[in-house]
């Protein structure tokens, strides 16, 4: 067992960073920072040491184990996880929080550990050092509102992991195996596991956590945040759940609702989380169809959805960090103060949008082509209703109400120089899988032959980009495009913020009265028992009160009869 460890965990990327964000904690400044920039490098050199396709079994009493599975899938979650990691550190070298730089070394370490796991024990432990670590970092945020969700978001995540681990359970009852393969929610143990998946991945109406808590993190934390969960979640199901047809509309749906919401949100970072969730579902589509090609693309789109999801919330980030607010009703006109920020956040922006010669051109046309060769038509038209609307709201709306609407006369320095580099390192990868595709594809689980740049798919995409560029301009102009305004979206979490808080606080008003109550009675009780003592046994008692001689004769007398008249009878 020693030996296992020592020769082959060595290497393992999460663990590197599990343990190096450990040690963080106890590492002065300047250290810390090159620990934080040193981490991914080591995890990357201790990834790529391994072969392509591995897997290590240990017998652990009487479970057979694989914490170490490699293959095409799980190489290229790893392969991004990593680069997002070395991205975020990047990020985050302006800051000298110890603390959150060692949550974020571990969770993205625990994403890493749960990609690579190739059974339900071990993906469970590391699915549970995510949820605190990035719990942790929402804490880490901005104050009481940060707390409080980070509290609702570690509530809900500790749910998933009780259903993964009550589902693994039974799972292991009926097959004797808790090896992580594929499974089927037509039984009870792979249902709970399919809704502990799917609560991570923000399934509609299991989603308002994304919302509540990402923008309640530090500009650093949300980009870590917006990096790891949902695309752990995406991979899980892909692994487990591939072919399952539930989830293609479950995955439309994702990409259909988060649209409205995010249109009329005043929060950009919020829009942007709505918009994760749009992002989402055009995997969780490719996850249910589950042909080779559709789960390329599902792998292709979670690849490419890190970098640009990461650059769009990196942009946002600096602009919080300079101006202190990301509200489109106090931003406008700082492409004049921050252009190297208003430029990458418009190559993330045309990115999420599919323009041609940006990676999301390439992620987005294979799933599109696989919905299409499968025969799911009207999918595939929720899908391109779907890319319009986040045109809209992602592509559109945050570059153009952060930095070219109603100018608010700002003015600030650009983001520190680390900000810029993560920005201008990621926009240029954003770039460079656009406009060579073979990349991608040389890195998918499949071998494939798709060319993205077909007549056909080159102009139907520029067209919907185009008309819906036309579309905002004519809402805009005539102001019909809702307008940005101070306000509160209603959304699902109403029920958990409004009712059920109310009822959760009723229940701990009857609670604390009961206790009240009992407590009362308890002292009640005592107070009685203590007044029947002292008079019974009190200064003033009888008791304490002197006796003749002559009476206690009479009452030795009288006991030992009883006693000679107890020893006879007996």
Not at 370 to 381: D, M, Q, S
Request: hydrophobic share 55%; net charge neutral.
């Amino acid at each position: 067992m020693i030996d296992f460890f020592i020769n082959d965990y060595i290497n393992h990327p999460g663990i590197i960073l599990i343990l190096g964000g450990i040690a963080m904690l106890f590492m002065p400044g300047n250290m810390r920072r090159l620990t934080t920039f040193a981490l991914p490098l080591f995890a990357l050199l201790g990834f790529l040491a391994y072969p392509d396709e591995l897997i290590l079994t240990v017998n652990l009493f009487d479970y057979t184990l694989d914490p170490i599975r490699i293959d095409g899938i799980s190489w290229i979650f790893t392969l991004i996880f990593i680069i997002a990691a070395f991205i975020t550190a990047i990020y985050s070298l302006h800051k000298s929080d110890k603390f959150e730089q060692s949550m974020i070394a571990i969770y993205a370490g625990s994403a890493i550990g749960a990609v690579l796991a190739g059974d339900l024990l071990t993906l469970f432990i590391f699915w549970e050092v995510s949820a605190l670590s990035s719990a942790i970092i929402v804490w880490l945020g901005s104050g009481h509102d940060s707390q409080r969700a980070a509290m609702r978001y570690l509530l809900i995540h500790i749910t998933s992991g009780l259903l993964l681990m009550l589902g693994s359970i039974l799972h292991y009852q009926q097959t004797n195996s808790i090896l992580f393969d594929a499974m089927s929610i037509d039984t009870l143990s792979g249902l709970l596991i399919f809704l502990a998946f799917g609560i991570k991945c923000a399934f509609p109406l299991l989603h308002n956590w994304l919302q509540d808590a990402y923008p309640e993190a530090s500009p650093v934390g949300t980009v870590a945040l917006s990096a790891f969960t949902t695309k752990l979640a995406v991979y899980c199901l892909a692994r487990g759940y591939a072919g399952t047809e539930s989830l293609i509309w479950i995955g439309a749906l994702m990409t259909a609702f988060p649209i409205f919401y995010a249109v009329i949100e005043n929060d950009l970072r919020k829009v942007l989380a709505y918009s994760l969730n749009n992002q989402l579902g055009f995997m969780v589509v490719g996850v249910g169809v589950g042909t080779e090609l559709a789960l390329n693309g599902t792998a292709a789109h979670a690849f490419a959805h890190i970098l640009y999801k990461a650059l769009l919330f990196m942009s946002m980030g600096a602009v919080l960090h300079r101006i202190g607010t990301c509200k489109a009703t106090e931003l406008g006109g700082l492409y004049k103060s921050m252009p190297w920020t208003t430029i990458f956040c418009l190559i993330g922006a045309m990115s999420i949008s599919a323009f041609p010669l940006l990676s999301g051109f390439i992620s987005k046309g294979i799933i599109l082509y696989a919905v299409a060769e499968e025969g799911h038509w009207i999918t595939w038209l929720v899908l391109l209703f779907a890319s319009a609307g986040v045109l809209h709201h992602s592509g559109i709306k945050v570059p153009f109400f952060s930095f070219f609407a109603h100018d608010q006369g700002l003015t600030c320095k650009e983001a520190p120089l680390n900000m810029l580099l993560a920005m201008g390192i990621t926009a240029a990868m954003c770039i460079l899988l656009g406009i060579f595709p073979h990349i991608f594809y040389q890195w998918l689980p499949y071998s494939m032959e798709f060319h993205p740049y077909t007549f056909d798919h080159t102009i139907t995409q520029l067209q919907l980009i185009f008309f819906s560029l036309l579309a905002f301009t004519v809402l805009y102009r005539n102001g019909w495009y809702p307008p940005e305004i101070r306000s509160t979206n209603l959304d699902f979490d109403w029920l958990y913020r409004k009712p059920l808080n109310s009822l959760i606080t009723l229940f701990a008003s009857m609670f604390a009265n009961l206790l009240h109550n009992v407590t009362e009675g308890k002292q009640a009780t005592l107070k009685m028992l203590t007044s029947f003592a002292y008079q019974a046994h009190g200064p003033k008692s009888s008791i304490a009160r002197g006796a003749s001689v002559g009476n206690m004769v009479v009452w030795v007398a009288v006991l030992l009869t009883a006693c000679l008249m107890f020893y006879y009878v007996i």
